[in-house]
Structures are given as C-alpha cells and as structure tokens.
C-alpha cells in the first residue's frame, strides 16, 4: 500500500517507517523542514501550513493511505504560539481530511490523551474530551476533522518512551543521560498515565492503518503510572541508581497552564481488535529496545 506518512522526521515518526517497511508498504515520508533520510527512506520537507504545497504533494504521491503523525507536540510550544499549534494541529488535518474524502481515502490521525481534563481514571473512548491544556485543546479540535472522514482513525496515544532514532534527544534520552551522570531527576509522581514504548506504538499504529477500524480508539500501555514510577522501574531495569529519581507533586511547581491529574486510557477496543500483539512491560520493553540498539 502507498502511504504517506507526515511527521517522519518525529520521535514517533522514525519508529513508524521502519514498522511500515516491515509491513511492506510504500513509504513516502513527509518531515516539515528536515532533509536527510530515515531507515533507508528518503524525507521530503513538505510544509503542511501551506495549501497550494500540499495539493500537489498529495496529488503526486497519490497515496491510498496517509498516516498523519505531524504535529506541535510539546504543549509548552502550543501554549507559547497558539496561531502556530493551531496552524499545524488542525488548519493542517483538516486540509488532509478533506483530500481524503475527495478521494475515498484511509486516514490515521494521531491525537494524545491530553484530550482529557485527568479527573478520572482508565479513560474511554466514549468519555467527554474536555482539554486543560492548550494542546490538548488543538488536538480535540482535530479529532472530529477526523471521524468525519468516511475511512477516518483517531488514534489516542499516551505518553511514548523509548531511546530516540531521530537524530534530536527526547525526554527519555536526556533523563537517563542525566542519571548516568549521577544528576537527580525530579518527576510528577502524582500525574498518571498509560505510557508505551515506542516500537510497539508504531507496530499497532501500523496493523491500524492497515485495518478499517474508523472513529476513535485508544492506544496506550495497560499499566496506569505516574512518570515517576516509570523512570525509576526503567532506571532499575538499566542497572542506574534509582536513589537519583527523585518524586514531586503538581502543587510543587508553578506551571504556566495546569497539568491534568490522570489521562490514563483504557485500552478495551485495542485489544479485543488485536489480541495477539504482544505488549511488553516497561521493563520488557525498555530491554528490548536497549538489545536492539
């Protein structure tokens, strides 16, 4: 299958072509201004802000699918230039969306958990999507951009790690390069998630993009965690001292937005679609992506 991918040159991105190459699809890997190449694919900087560039992108590449992982992912930069986040985040899908209704075609959104206000726990599909975070608040927006398309996914993600593959340092490489220093690392230990790894997002991103699943899905970890506990249980895993991953609460740090509590997703509808995808624990995961390289 012919598929589009945007946000390549991503944390995500790099993990999502090799999972596609595996699945022998055809990979055009779309980056926003990065050149270069990732797993033997070559990056086309295509701006996704720009109308014109993209019609004739997509008119040439002519995909059957497009999985579309572009986005202004760090909340901290939406907050900053909301005209930006809103730009990338939805004026971008909806451009996406509309082609692949003009042209009958399958498309993968990826949204986030930050979706939710973190009130409650192992939220579900169906629960009200009411955003805190100005991100999450563009991310919502999208989402029905989405399931308004005929062969439209939403796909929720929750909080990925993994070493990165992208060339640029992610949050998990600059907290273990931290602890390998002997540097403490202070992490919410009352901010609750669903984190996966990497891998395994891309491999279930991958059988989504395949199937006809439409509407909204989940796809996150089954532990619930604060970051906290995953760092120390990856720490531990690693052989570094745990002594240096130190606990915080949301009360301690003045925040320029607030954070919600508890966005954990509950992963029912995943599951009962792909039973036989294995998912790692934390510790599983952590140690084959470290074996892997």
Not at 35 to 41: I, P, Y
Not at 219 to 241: F, M, T, W
Not at 252 to 268: G, I, K, M
Request: aromatic share 6%; net charge negative.
């Amino acid at each position: 299958m012919r598929v589009v991918l945007t946000g390549a040159s991503g944390q995500l991105g790099a993990y999502l072509i090799d999972a596609l190459r595996r699945a022998d699809h055809e990979v055009e890997a779309w980056s926003g201004r990065e050149a270069g190449s990732r797993g033997g694919v070559a990056l086309l900087p295509i701006d996704l802000t720009d109308s014109e560039a993209v019609s004739r992108a997509l008119e040439r590449a002519d995909p059957e699918a497009i999985l579309h992982a572009a986005a202004i992912s760090s909340a901290e930069a939406v907050r900053r230039d909301p005209d930006r986040g809103h730009s990338v985040n939805v004026e971008a899908t909806s451009r996406l969306a509309a082609w692949c209704v003009q042209h009958n075609r399958r498309l993968v959104f990826t949204s986030t958990d930050l979706v939710f206000d973190g009130r409650k726990t192992w939220n579900r599909e169906e629960d009200p999507a009411e955003p805190i975070l100005a991100y999450g608040k563009t991310k919502r927006e999208a989402e029905p951009l989405v399931t308004s398309v005929p062969r439209g996914l939403v796909a929720r993600v929750s909080l990925l790690y993994g070493p990165s593959r992208c060339g640029r340092l992610g949050f998990f490489d600059q907290t273990l390069a931290g602890l390998k220093r002997g540097e403490a690392q202070t992490l919410f230990e009352d901010e609750f998630r669903t984190p996966l790894d990497l891998a395994t997002a891309a491999l279930l991103l991958a059988h989504l993009l395949k199937s006809e699943v439409t509407g909204l899905i989940h796809v996150a970890g089954r532990e619930r965690v604060s970051r906290y506990d995953l760092i120390r249980r990856i720490a531990v895993e690693l052989g570094l001292d745990p002594q240096f991953v130190r606990g915080n609460r949301r009360v301690d740090v003045v925040l320029p937005e607030p954070r919600p509590a508890d966005v954990s997703l509950d992963t029912n509808r995943l599951w009962s679609l792909f039973p036989d995808v294995p998912v790692p624990s934390i510790e599983e995961a952590v140690r084959g992506l470290h074996e892997a390289g």
